[in-house]
């Protein structure tokens, strides 16, 4: 997939008020038009990170995108200590990334111990952080983001409790949903660990079990007749 196509996006709004985003070139939205905010939460932090019970989790998310797994695993995940890995290889830039309304409703619906400013500041940080960089944005989330293909990226083998893959659909980027993918993420998984995405399609899931995942069938977040979670 050509750079100059992922940069050629624009602002939306979904069905719950949160912002996303669209590929211009696509009929592919950074997250679910029935609510971006919704299915994060549905995804990603209940079938994901609640999922759980260590209280040190170190997390994987298969394209930052938009920030909104990061942001609300800092905020539901104030109790444990999280160590947070990410890649994107095409970054927000600034005026896309001060657009979205993330965090005033992030701050309106969450008993957070966040103030708005700390959680705004936390969210710049993120997405404005250098390549390689690791940050402690709060005492309990260390956070690290790489500008690399995940094919370039190397992991030290046991590395995660948890990965977010949340990637573009297989049909916008069928390179990051094969077996070869799936099986050097099993292999930087430790025993127990959860991947959970947004993805039910069935040749996702067959690699998955190929790769030595066990797959469940989640009931998916409005609009989403299931979700897939894979345990290694």
Same mark, same amino acid.
């Given at each position: 997939?050509?750079?100059?196509?992922?940069?050629?996006?624009?602002?939306?709004?979904?069905?719950?008020?949160?912002?996303?985003?669209?590929?211009?070139?696509?009929?592919?939205?950074?997250?679910?038009?029935?609510?971006?905010?919704?299915?994060?939460?549905?995804?990603?932090?209940?079938?994901?990170?609640?999922?759980?019970?260590?209280?040190?989790?170190?997390?994987?998310?298969?394209?930052?995108?938009?920030?909104?797994?990061?942001?609300?695993?800092?905020?539901?995940?104030?109790?444990?200590?999280?160590?947070?890995?990410?890649?994107?290889?095409?970054?927000?830039?600034?005026?896309?990334?001060?657009?979205?309304?993330?965090?005033?409703?992030?701050?309106?619906?969450?008993?957070?111990?966040?103030?708005?400013?700390?959680?705004?500041?936390?969210?710049?940080?993120?997405?404005?952080?250098?390549? /390689?960089? =690791? %940050?402690?944005?709060? @005492?309990?989330?260390?956070?690290?983001? *790489? !500008?690399?293909?995940?094919?370039?990226?190397?992991?030290?083998?046991?590395?995660?409790?948890?990965?977010?893959?949340?990637?573009?659909?297989?049909?916008?980027?069928?390179?990051?949903?094969?077996?070869?993918?799936?099986?050097?993420?099993?292999?930087?998984?430790?025993?127990?660990?959860?991947?959970?995405?947004?993805?039910?399609?069935?040749?996702?899931?067959?690699?998955?079990?190929?790769? /030595?995942? =066990? %797959?469940?069938?989640? @009931?998916?977040?409005?609009?989403?007749? *299931? !979700?897939?979670?894979?345990?290694?």
């Amino acid at each position: 997939m050509k750079k100059n196509t992922f940069l050629k996006r624009h602002l939306t709004f979904t069905k719950d008020g949160s912002s996303s985003l669209k590929l211009n070139c696509f009929d592919e939205y950074f997250h679910s038009v029935h609510g971006a905010i919704g299915e994060s939460m549905h995804v990603y932090i209940h079938a994901g990170l609640e999922a759980l019970s260590q209280q040190q989790i170190s997390v994987f998310e298969m394209g930052f995108g938009t920030g909104l797994n990061a942001l609300l695993t800092l905020v539901y995940g104030k109790n444990k200590q999280i160590d947070y890995q990410t890649i994107e290889i095409f970054p927000l830039v600034e005026r896309e990334y001060l657009s979205l309304n993330y965090v005033d409703l992030v701050c309106t619906q969450a008993v957070s111990s966040f103030s708005k400013e700390k959680l705004h500041n936390s969210f710049l940080t993120m997405h404005q952080s250098k390549s /390689g960089e =690791t %940050i402690q944005i709060s @005492p309990n989330f260390r956070f690290t983001k *790489e !500008i690399i293909h995940l094919e370039e990226k190397i992991f030290e083998p046991q590395s995660f409790d948890i990965v977010y893959f949340d990637a573009f659909s297989p049909e916008t980027q069928p390179e990051l949903w094969n077996d070869q993918v799936f099986e050097k993420l099993c292999a930087a998984m430790r025993k127990g660990g959860v991947l959970t995405t947004y993805c039910a399609k069935g040749t996702v899931k067959r690699s998955l079990k190929r790769a /030595g995942f =066990t %797959i469940e069938n989640l @009931p998916g977040p409005t609009g989403k007749r *299931e !979700i897939t979670r894979a345990f290694f």
